[in-house]
């Protein structure tokens, strides 16, 4: 028997209709035992040469197929489709095949499962952005169950996403796909890597080009060099990239593929900082995100650790340490205090223009030293890093050596003048989306700072905007840089540079370090703030370098 996962249609589980949800899950059920009783029946002839391999590779297909249905089982937004799913892996236990289990704690490593919005327990309004994703996608992913804290800003990012990776446009949908592999490789993140694997052969995608860049077409292969400045020192980026691309005789990009590109690179080089900034666990379909193993008497296994998903120990560790509940209260009352005071100077007496300059020249260089302790090597595995080239390049390399980041001026070239109008014009309606997109992030507020109500946080959410684009040489000239110091302190800068710059070195204890009276949901809310504000860094050096070539 040589059945494999991809007889099994999931599609019609992604319906709305319940009949059409109840029929795909019975022609499912069908194949599972069908499966089952295969493996049942050649238990006894594992071990005879002919039949071994035939049967290791029956396995492993069913495996897969019991991964899925444990996904579906807990991530379904439809609860018909989580019992049924739940009832036909119990099915299969109870016939003598072992089922798996999911591993980890919830969507996140950093943030407790029963914080975060458990799929069967939403509202209405919830339940349909759920369901829409869930259609689209055939899964609801970690990143969804995370960025649900902030349902305002998670329906902008869908229906973005989905326009970029699913509606008419430049590019083919496996391109879309591989440029998404491409980008999340930069960062060595695993997690979106294996998603688009997924989705890449899914569209139809040749699995040869899987097999690493140098296999995929010279046009993607052109791609890599701009997919690796963008990613970590897009001032860089100049028109002689652009003009690389668009006159490489056969291999050449039209500028409307190339736009569509520019905005998937730095779109999956921003959700790789989400990811890591997060903490989000693999998906319980993919690998590290469940386990065939029985579980230990104390509920705790070994592999768990493997996997990294060991956030509980990790917590303990942290509580043990010399930081006060009540030091982090008063945290939050000297921010909030400061606040007042920087509202108060502004109010008083404005800087001059020379002054702002030198504040900003100030703040830029002192962000080049802002780091970790941490500073080991990450080396990027080998099923990620054959998707990109010069696995050594990397924003500290620059840093390192103080080379000097030239300044990038707004009021010469910005989103909402330049940007967002050559966007739209060379790829319809995703400037509108993603212009959205940067103003519900940017805006986002609920006027709480941790326990405290009715408070103003514009200052502090252009502060940390501002930084991020400090970090990458932009600066908006009617900002007084020296608000930075006063509101962001030095582990508040390591997390945020961190996140941006090098996330795949995040760590738990740089979530925890920061701000740690406030609210998880918070916490989320900077993430946010951190992606839109690198995307929208990326798009402008991209977007200028175009604009240069096209004029």
Same mark, same amino acid.
């Given at each position: 028997?040589? /059945?494999? !996962?991809? /007889?099994?249609? &999931? %599609?019609?589980?992604?319906?709305?209709?319940?009949?059409?949800?109840?029929?795909?899950?019975?022609?499912?059920?069908?194949?599972?035992?069908?499966?089952?009783?295969?493996?049942?029946?050649?238990?006894?002839?594992?071990?005879?040469?002919?039949?071994?391999?035939?049967?290791?590779?029956?396995?492993?297909?069913?495996?897969?197929?019991?991964?899925?249905?444990? =996904?579906?089982?807990?991530?379904?937004?439809?609860?018909?489709?989580?019992?049924?799913?739940?009832?036909?892996?119990?099915?299969?236990?109870?016939?003598?095949?072992?089922?798996?289990?999911?591993?980890?704690?919830?969507?996140?490593?950093?943030?407790?499962?029963?914080?975060?919005?458990?799929?069967?327990?939403?509202?209405?309004?919830?339940?349909?952005?759920?369901?829409?994703?869930?259609?689209?996608?055939?899964?609801? %992913?970690?990143?969804?169950?995370? #960025?649900?804290?902030?349902?305002?800003?998670?329906?902008?990012?869908?229906?973005?996403?989905?326009?970029?990776?699913?509606?008419?446009?430049?590019?083919?949908? +496996?391109?879309?796909?591989? *440029?998404?592999?491409?980008?999340?490789?930069?960062?060595?993140?695993?997690?979106?890597?294996?998603?688009?694997?997924?989705?890449?052969? +899914?569209?139809?995608?040749?699995?040869?080009?899987?097999?690493?860049?140098?296999?995929?077409?010279?046009?993607?292969?052109?791609?890599?060099?701009?997919?690796?400045?963008?990613?970590?020192?897009?001032?860089?980026?100049?028109?002689?990239?652009?003009?690389?691309?668009?006159?490489?005789?056969?291999?050449? &990009?039209?500028?409307?593929?190339?736009?569509?590109?520019?905005?998937?690179?730095?779109?999956? +080089?921003?959700?790789?900082?989400?990811?890591?900034?997060?903490?989000?666990?693999? !998906?319980?379909?993919?690998?590290?995100?469940?386990?065939?193993? $029985?579980?230990?008497?104390?509920?705790?296994?070994?592999?768990?650790?493997?996997?990294?998903?060991?956030?509980?120990?990790?917590?303990?560790?942290?509580?043990?340490?010399?930081?006060?509940?009540?030091?982090?209260?008063?945290?939050?009352?000297?921010?909030?205090?400061? =606040?007042?005071?920087?509202?108060?100077?502004?109010?008083? !007496?404005?800087?001059?223009?020379?002054?702002?300059?030198?504040?900003?020249?100030?703040?830029?260089?002192?962000?080049?030293?802002?780091?970790?302790?941490?500073?080991? !090597?990450?080396?990027?595995?080998?099923?990620?890093?054959?998707?990109?080239?010069?696995?050594? @390049?990397?924003?500290?390399?620059?840093?390192?050596?103080?080379?000097?980041? $030239?300044?990038?001026?707004?009021?010469?070239?910005?989103?909402?003048?330049?940007?967002?109008?050559?966007?739209?014009?060379?790829?319809?309606?995703?400037?509108?989306?993603?212009?959205?997109?940067?103003?519900?992030?940017?805006?986002?507020?609920?006027?709480?700072?941790?326990?405290?109500? %009715?408070?103003?946080?514009?200052?502090?959410?252009?502060?940390?905007?501002?930084?991020?684009?400090? #970090?990458?040489? *932009?600066?908006?000239?009617?900002?007084?840089?020296?608000?930075?110091?006063?509101?962001? %302190?030095?582990?508040?800068?390591?997390?945020?540079?961190?996140?941006?710059?090098?996330?795949?070195?995040?760590?738990?204890? #740089?979530?925890?370090?920061? &701000?740690?009276?406030?609210?998880?949901?918070?916490?989320?809310?900077?993430?946010?703030?951190?992606?839109?504000?690198?995307?929208?860094?990326?798009?402008?050096?991209?977007?200028?370098? *175009?604009?240069? @070539? #096209?004029?």
């Amino acid at each position: 028997m040589a /059945e494999g !996962e991809n /007889e099994v249609r &999931w %599609d019609g589980l992604c319906s709305r209709d319940s009949t059409t949800r109840e029929t795909a899950l019975e022609n499912i059920r069908q194949i599972v035992l069908r499966k089952t009783e295969y493996l049942c029946s050649v238990k006894e002839t594992l071990y005879r040469p002919s039949d071994g391999l035939s049967s290791a590779v029956s396995l492993d297909a069913m495996n897969k197929l019991l991964a899925h249905l444990l =996904m579906l089982s807990k991530r379904c937004p439809f609860k018909d489709v989580r019992e049924r799913s739940g009832f036909i892996l119990k099915s299969v236990e109870e016939l003598g095949i072992r089922v798996p289990r999911p591993l980890g704690r919830g969507p996140s490593r950093f943030i407790p499962e029963e914080e975060i919005l458990q799929v069967g327990s939403e509202d209405a309004q919830m339940h349909a952005l759920f369901a829409d994703s869930f259609a689209a996608l055939g899964r609801l %992913d970690n990143i969804t169950l995370v #960025m649900v804290f902030h349902p305002q800003y998670l329906e902008s990012f869908l229906k973005t996403q989905h326009y970029l990776l699913q509606m008419d446009g430049p590019l083919p949908l +496996h391109y879309r796909h591989y *440029i998404g592999i491409m980008a999340a490789a930069r960062h060595r993140c695993s997690y979106l890597v294996n998603l688009h694997v997924n989705d890449f052969l +899914h569209v139809g995608g040749d699995p040869k080009w899987l097999n690493g860049l140098e296999n995929a077409p010279q046009k993607l292969q052109n791609l890599g060099e701009l997919n690796k400045v963008l990613a970590h020192r897009p001032w860089l980026i100049t028109k002689e990239h652009i003009e690389g691309l668009l006159k490489a005789e056969e291999h050449s &990009w039209s500028l409307a593929e190339l736009v569509h590109a520019v905005v998937l690179l730095t779109h999956y +080089h921003s959700l790789a900082s989400f990811t890591f900034g997060c903490g989000i666990s693999p !998906e319980i379909q993919c690998d590290g995100g469940h386990t065939f193993r $029985p579980p230990s008497v104390s509920s705790y296994c070994i592999c768990d650790i493997t996997n990294g998903n060991h956030s509980v120990d990790e917590t303990q560790v942290n509580s043990a340490g010399n930081i006060s509940v009540s030091d982090s209260f008063f945290e939050v009352e000297a921010l909030m205090e400061k =606040m007042k005071q920087l509202q108060e100077c502004r109010d008083e !007496e404005e800087a001059s223009q020379e002054e702002m300059a030198s504040r900003f020249e100030i703040e830029k260089r002192e962000s080049m030293f802002v780091f970790s302790s941490d500073e080991d !090597e990450v080396t990027p595995a080998r099923d990620v890093s054959r998707h990109f080239e010069d696995t050594s @390049y990397g924003y500290k390399d620059f840093s390192r050596h103080g080379v000097h980041v $030239p300044t990038f001026r707004v009021q010469d070239y910005c989103w909402e003048d330049h940007g967002y109008s050559l966007v739209n014009r060379l790829y319809p309606d995703v400037g509108q989306l993603i212009d959205e997109k940067f103003h519900i992030a940017y805006n986002l507020t609920y006027n709480t700072m941790a326990t405290h109500k %009715d408070v103003d946080t514009s200052m502090l959410r252009r502060a940390i905007w501002n930084y991020i684009h400090c #970090m990458f040489g *932009i600066r908006y000239d009617d900002y007084d840089y020296g608000e930075i110091n006063q509101l962001l %302190d030095r582990s508040f800068k390591v997390y945020i540079k961190t996140v941006v710059c090098t996330p795949e070195k995040v760590t738990k204890r #740089m979530y925890d370090s920061f &701000w740690r009276q406030f609210k998880h949901s918070e916490k989320v809310h900077v993430n946010l703030l951190l992606i839109e504000a690198r995307m929208q860094a990326e798009l402008l050096y991209a977007l200028r370098a *175009i604009t240069r @070539y #096209m004029t």
